[in-house]
């Protein structure tokens, strides 16, 4: 037990005898010095929360104006000038290879002045930061351009900048503009500031992308909308032609119509050759004036009217700018007010058949598109002309081809009756003035003899009362002096009278029978006149020469 103690006591003599550990000193950190690095990190945290907040408006802006840029230009230069402490701020755009500037914040006038007169739309240049930028394609960041040779020092001085920052606007590599600001003392800005302006940056061409994509979508639908509208007018204009074929007039306005719509025009006119001279037959939308000179005067000489003059020589269209300016005197000037015209010749065969001409009564010259479309007018217009030409020639021989069929089925008529009654005249009569009044589309007819030079009615057809009582009172009667009877005695010509109650003596058919219209047709035999053959009309409408009735003149005369 005595040695275990000792041993203990051993033990505590030894740890007695070492020496302390010291503890490590607790560094000390004043209150100043807390409180500089609260400041410090606060103003980072406020700095920060200011540029997120800056940059967010502009998202903001940006989503609000995808068709417009400016207002996006604006917030920018505002929020950089104010974020990095700048004096001035500036956004330039490359206009080609000519820069201008979009949007600028708190510049002097006299460096506005030499920004806008000097700077304004000139090749971007060395003596200017944001030039400078665009050339080299890269942020140039010059702490004191009053000490950089190749900065413009009336430029710094007028607007009392010291350093500069400039980053370019690049896309896909080609610079389209720049954004830069300026402090009035000579201190660089900061990593985070050029960090900042570069973020502007990138958000002006997302706002220049998004007018680029917004323009060009546009421009298609524009596109789209334009040729969907030609191509309606022109499917109106060949449902007219093929539901009217023969009738130009309407085709004519729904062309016009359609031309000076779409291609924005005051007026239209169309002109067709007629000789050497050219006649406007379709108006659309003509200033008044103008159409009461066209009433007077729709015969034009083209060789007294200097863009017709050049239409007819060069078979080619005529744009005239200023029309008013060129020829004041000529009528489309004098009585319309037309200043931008277009006239497109219309060409069959490199033959001049006529032009369209539209106008517009201000200074605007018409698109290369627009004048594209009034040639496919004018290629219509020739359409519709030759499938009238060639359906009226198709009418007049089918008409023709009808009118024979009709004559020879009535002659066959006539010769049956001869036939079947060969001594009795009345029947041979009677089918003759039939045939005569159907086929010449008359209203009633009279088949006089003649002995000795006097008349009497041998047969009436579908007469009027009175007129079959006078004549059956007349009897043999010598025809007055200048009735077509009388006439026809003195010429032996087939007669022709246009409207019988306008003669200054209206005969008995006129006065008893209504008779406006007749033909007075003879009978001859031996080259001796035997009798005549007459067919009214009710109204005025001449008959034709193709229409005389030889055919029943000659039947009845045998």
């Keep these: 037990m005595q040695r275990r103690g000792g041993s203990e006591q051993a033990a505590k003599g030894q740890r007695a005898s070492r020496p302390k550990a010291r503890k490590a000193p607790i560094a000390s950190v004043s209150a100043v010095d807390l409180e500089e ?18 940059t967010s408006e502009v998202l903001s802006i940006i989503r609000r104006s995808p068709a417009d840029a400016q207002p996006v230009f604006d917030a920018i230069v505002q929020s950089a000038a104010r974020l990095c402490g700048a004096i001035f701020g500036a956004v330039y755009l490359c206009d080609d290879d000519r820069l201008r500037i979009a949007a600028t ?33 890269a942020i140039v960041h010059v702490p004191d351009v009053l000490e950089d040779p190749e900065y413009s020092r009336e430029l710094a001085l007028a607007g009392g900048w010291r350093a500069v920052l400039a980053v370019p606007l690049l896309r896909d590599g080609n610079p389209v503009g720049a954004l830069t600001v300026a402090k009035a003392e000579p201190r660089p800005f900061s990593d985070r500031q050029i960090q900042l302006l570069n973020t502007f940056a990138d958000q002006a061409l997302v706002a220049i992308e998004n007018v680029r994509l917004f323009e060009a979508e546009q421009q298609r639908a524009r596109e789209l909308s334009e040729a969907l509208e030609q191509q309606t007018a022109t499917s109106e204009v060949l449902k007219v032609i093929s539901s009217s ?53 729709p015969i034009i000489d083209p060789q007294k009217i200097p863009d017709l003059k050049r239409l007819v020589g060069t078979k080619q269209a005529v744009h005239i700018a200023d029309a008013a300016a060129e020829n004041p005197d000529g009528p489309i000037s004098k009585y319309a007010g037309a200043r931008t015209l277009l006239v497109v010749p219309m060409l069959k065969e490199n033959d001049l058949i006529g032009a ?25 217009a020739v359409i519709a002309i030759e499938n009238a030409r060639l359906l009226n020639e198709l009418r007049q021989r089918t008409g023709d081809l009808s009118e024979a069929l009709e004559q020879q089925t009535a002659t066959s008529e006539v010769l049956k009756v001869i036939s079947s009654s060969p001594g009795e005249l009345e029947p041979v009569f009677q089918v003759v003035l039939e045939n005569a009044t159907r086929i010449c589309e008359a209203k009633f007819g009279v088949l006089y003899r003649c002995e000795n030079g006097a008349f009497y009615a041998a047969a009436m057809l579908n007469a009027p009362q009175a007129f079959v009582e006078f004549y059956r009172q007349r009897g043999s009667f010598t025809p007055p002096a200048g009735t077509p009877l009388d006439r026809l005695l003195n010429t032996g010509d087939t007669i022709y009278t246009v409207d019988d109650a306008s003669e200054p003596n209206p005969g008995a058919p006129a006065r008893f029978g209504g008779a406006r219209s007749l033909v007075t047709v003879p009978m001859r035999k031996e080259n001796k006149l035997v009798g005549a053959i007459i067919i009214y009309r009710q109204e005025v409408r001449p008959f034709t020469e193709g229409l005389s009735g030889g055919s029943f003149r000659s039947h009845a005369q045998g």
């Design 105 to 137: 914040k708190n510049n002097t006038p006299e460096a506005a002045r030499q920004l806008h007169e000097v700077q304004q739309l000139k090749r971007p240049e060395r003596s200017n930061l944001g030039g400078r930028a665009i050339l080299d394609r």
């Design 245 to 297: 074929p023969s009738e130009l007039e309407s085709v004519f306005e729904t062309m016009l119509a359609n031309a000076t719509r779409i291609c924005e025009a005051a007026f239209g006119s169309l002109l067709l050759v007629e000789g050497d001279m050219l006649r406007r037959v379709a108006l659309h939308n003509a200033p008044p004036t103008f159409a009461e000179f066209h009433n007077r005067s």
């Design 356 to 380: 369209i001409g539209i106008y517009r009564q201000e200074v605007r010259p018409f698109t290369a598109k627009q004048i594209e479309l009034v040639q496919n007018f004018a290629a219509q």
């Design 37 to 54: 690095q609260l400041d410090r990190r606060t103003r980072e945290l406020d700095e920060a929360l200011q540029q997120q907040t800056a």
